[in-house]
């Protein structure tokens, strides 16, 4: 068993690169995958590893370690950065072309591409319902729904009692089950 | 995630792995002066902006600070036996004056014995001589079960409801053999939440997300239990809520249709403020003496967000992000503000629909209101802000 995630972190606080480069080892699957499941693009969802790294790493000091894991953390960057990025000028419109393209790659199996792609388009799908959800309900659907935090450790991230985010996440799934439902 | 589907986490490629790990400690062995002028340092600062919006939208507390971190240096909170003292006092206050006022029991005779306080609406189970009897205080009303009344029973046990509010309470009396039971809410527009009951000494109280109007309440003895038909209470009570001052009828009919799905507290205390419409989507801010809300038709769906009096003004509120295809910008103002316009990075501006201390002011395209300006003017046109929307 290695050290913690609070334990390194407090090294990384201090410049400690290697701390952050087991940090990032341990990690980055996570990370990864959260910002696929945000975009749905594999090609966005490695932008996203990157940038959430540099992120924490530039702003460690801030860093919200709860409980003995930065990993909530890190989901909330990731989540910011996909914002960022659908906000942005500069970028306008890069993610949202990532999810709707097709994918790169195609192999001899149809129906394996066609399941790709369903698989793909459901997952764009619910990143898009996500986005659209109010500031409140996205950021427990994010951290909870998406990233599977549980409710205690999103409400000490976000700094709210554990039955807001338990409401929250009520409404959001009330509302995301009619909205990806008509899409 | 229930029947919205999340796809299963993968392994990362080593291809993956390696061009992220090459692309972060690449930059992170950089002078400061190139890392700073990467495209993500922006994502700081929304991190920090939009952790603190959630902090108006979906707290309790409205203290959340901006960086996201709860603050660590509180005032020590008051008892639950003294929270529930002053709940049952502000109940006994409320009514007082009312044509109830005699059919209240002496207060000095009510002992509380449970209280469930969420999202600003607090209720407190409480027995009168032995009797129960249920308060529930909200920020601009209360209700009280009568102390006469029978339960509701559920067929066939020893569980009923005394007091179901529009507000999102469902409370009464529990069967003794009850040890660990389930409620579940399936509202108007067939959404369900289901969570354990809270109770106490023979009281439960359950706070609903969804509304509890005309919705259908089922309770489980246990977690797997039979799911049982719970009865509405056939007597509402004795409530009194404060009315708006300004009633409008499109706000009226709007926290109508939210409440197919969700608990709108204080419905008929809000005066509508702040509108704007869109591609057949419409958001109306509201405001109160206790805070401001937003009720929010799209074609799908209609719901209501309400949050406490934001801590300073101007500030943005992050209610949705758009509405009718169209990015949305919602906050408010310093009071006496009367009008409200944004200023663009060109030097544009658009002219917000302003009322009663909330704007709201639809954008053409994605527009980062960090660039913008805010430009609020009072009654006689003169400047009374202009800075950051914050």
Not at chain 2, 247 to 274: F, G, I, Q
């Amino acid at each position: 068993m290695g050290a913690s995630d609070r334990e390194l972190w407090g090294r990384v606080v201090g410049g400690d690169q290697a701390a952050f480069e087991v940090l990032f080892q341990r990690h980055l699957g996570v990370v990864w995958n959260h910002g696929y499941r945000l975009t749905g693009s594999w090609d966005a969802a490695e932008d996203l590893a990157s940038g959430a790294f540099l992120v924490a790493w530039r702003r460690r000091e801030s860093a919200v370690v709860v409980g003995d894991s930065v990993v909530p953390w890190l989901l909330t960057v990731v989540g910011n950065l996909v914002r960022e990025e659908r906000r942005s000028l500069w970028r306008r419109g890069r993610v949202h072309r990532r999810v709707a393209q097709l994918p790169t790659s195609v192999d001899d199996h149809a129906d394996d591409v066609v399941a790709r792609l369903d698989a793909r388009a459901r997952v764009a799908a619910v990143a898009q319902a996500i986005g659209k959800l109010p500031a409140a309900l996205r950021r427990v659907s994010e951290l909870c729904l998406v990233g599977e935090v549980d409710t205690a450790a999103a409400a000490e991230l976000l700094g709210v009692s554990e039955t807001t985010v338990r409401v929250n996440l009520s409404r959001a799934r009330a509302r995301l089950r009619t909205m990806v439902g008509e899409q | 995630m229930d029947d919205i589907e999340i796809p299963a986490a993968r392994e990362v490629p080593d291809v993956v792995r390696a061009r992220v790990h090459v692309q972060v400690f690449r930059q992170i062995q950089e002078p400061p002066k190139r890392r700073y002028a990467l495209p993500v340092a922006a994502g700081v600062v929304a991190a920090a902006l939009a952790v603190g919006l959630v902090a108006v939208v979906g707290s309790d507390s409205g203290t959340t600070p901006a960086s996201g971190k709860r603050e660590t240096a509180q005032p020590a909170a008051p008892s639950e036996a003294d929270a529930a003292n002053a709940d049952l006092d502000r109940c006994w206050s409320g009514l007082r004056g009312t044509p109830f006022a005699g059919q209240l029991p002496p207060r000095e005779r009510v002992v509380p014995v449970l209280r469930v306080s969420q999202l600003q609406v607090n209720v407190v189970a409480a027995r009168v001589d032995g009797k129960p009897i249920f308060c529930e205080t909200t920020p601009k009303g209360v209700r009280l079960s009568k102390l006469d009344a029978q339960p509701s029973m559920v067929t066939g046990t020893g569980t009923g409801t005394l007091l179901v509010s529009p507000n999102g309470t469902i409370a009464g009396v529990l069967d003794p053999t009850w040890a660990d039971p389930y409620l579940s809410v399936t509202s108007r527009s067939k959404n369900t939440i289901r969570e354990a009951v809270k109770h106490k000494d023979g009281l439960f109280i359950f706070r609903s997300a969804l509304s509890t109007i005309n919705s259908t309440i089922t309770v489980q003895p246990t977690p797997d239990g039979l799911a049982l038909p719970v009865p509405y209470p056939p007597d509402p009570g004795f409530s009194i809520t404060s009315q708006a001052r300004y009633p409008s009828p499109e706000l009226t009919e709007c926290a109508r249709k939210a409440t197919d799905s969700t608990t709108v507290v204080d419905s008929d205390s809000w005066d509508a403020a702040a509108t704007v419409r869109a591609g057949g989507d419409r958001i109306i801010l509201a405001t109160n003496s206790g805070g401001v809300a937003a009720c929010v038709e799209q074609q799908s769906y209609t719901d209501f967000y309400a949050m406490p009096e934001p801590e300073r003004r101007p500030m943005l509120l992050g209610i949705i992000p758009s509405i009718g295809g169209k990015p949305l910008l919602t906050g408010v103002i310093p009071l006496g503000g009367r009008s409200a316009e944004l200023i663009l990075p060109g030097g544009g501006t658009i002219q917000a629909n302003t009322a009663r201390g909330t704007y709201a002011a639809l954008l053409e395209s994605n527009i980062d209101p960090r660039a913008m300006t805010l430009r609020v003017r009072d009654n006689s046109e003169k400047v009374i802000y202009e800075g950051p929307l914050t």
